[in-house]
């Protein structure tokens, strides 16, 4: 099946590129640049020489639409949201890195990402892409919203114990941390090499955008609404996620339990990995892969758990939990191209 990806010089795309490569049912159709339309691929990055020869292409939906069975859209939010409408009405399959059809609430959209939103209709049809927890709305889809980098380590992390109703939800904390890639490949002061080596920082206290589409999942999946703290921090890494999330129980339940109630809600999620009482996860044992990985501990003085969550933001953060989609939205097994191991070290 031919593929599109549209953000074609960006890391989300480069990302796909390196998991459709080895998928055996997708190839590379069409790459779109908007910046770099009519150059030769390999010249912008020389490690996929030989790999994409195709030159980069101008956006035509119709000729998009003609030459490929399904389109990965990594661009940024505000971009999707004029894209895809235009896919979308030639009946072509679309998957969307961005945030831009995420949230239901096209207010809270506007309020938290200061874009006007795409109309009502799309929104309506997007199905949000957190592939282990709305995998039937996933095979029925056309339209996948794909989530967000912490959103999918946040809530992979917290739905067992929020839906076992063990959690004080008043009390939901997050302390998240991410790599450099996450910011994209634009170039910016916060990403400049000597701003975040040796440096950790704390930014978008209490206005990060993936703060409402964390709530939208957590309070959907809990009956109730929820309202979290979140604050994200840039690290010295190039790639991964560690959500660091500390829930007040209602009962007492040692760790043992919690990991057991956690193995039996992911029994099924290959991609899901809960360790053993006191193997705690970190994000290179995750790097390159479609895994999260999720250790946990329960504070019996002060009955709290903390859960830790580790992704690689590139890949189950982005594009490994794209193919994901792609593979269950064309009942293809989830796993398929997606079984590299992680690299490590
Ligand atoms: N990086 C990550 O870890 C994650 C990213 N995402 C989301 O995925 C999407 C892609 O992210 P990522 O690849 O990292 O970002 P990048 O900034 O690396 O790439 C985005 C690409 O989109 C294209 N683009 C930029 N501006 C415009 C524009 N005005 N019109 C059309 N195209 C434009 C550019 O490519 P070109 O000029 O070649 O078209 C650009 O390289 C974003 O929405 C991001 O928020 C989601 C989860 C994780
Ligand atoms: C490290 C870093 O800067 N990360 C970005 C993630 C952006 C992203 O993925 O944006 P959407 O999911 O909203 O499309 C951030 O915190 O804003």
Known sequence: MKAAIIGGTGYGSIELIRLINKHPYLEIGSVVSNSQAGVNFSDVYPHLSDIVVQPLET???NRLSEDNEIVFLATP????????????????????????FRLRSAEEYENWYKHSSPEEKYLKQAVYGLSEIYKEEIREASF??????????????????????????NFIIIDAKSGVSGAGRGLSLTSHYSEINENVKAYKLGKHQHIPEIEQVLSDEGGNPIT???TTH????TRGIMCTMYVHLKEKIPTKKVIDLYKQFYQESHFIRVRPEGNIPSTKEVMGSNFCDIGLHVD?????????SVIDNLVKGAAGQAIQNANLMNGWDEQTGLTDLPMYP
């Open 59 to 61: 956006f035509d939906a």
């Open 77 to 100: 939010s505000g971009v999707s949201s004029k894209l895809a409408p235009q896919l979308l009405e030639n009946g072509i399959k679309c998957i969307d890195l961005s945030g831009d």
């Open 144 to 169: 996948i919203a794909n989530p967000g980098c912490y959103p999918t380590a946040t809530t992979l992390g917290l739905l067992p114990i929020i839906k076992s109703k063990l959690a004080d939800e």
């Open 228 to 230: 979290i703290t979140f």
């Open 234 to 237: 840039l690290v010295p890494l």
């Open 300 to 308: 019996e003085r002060t009955n709290r758990l903390t859960v830790i």
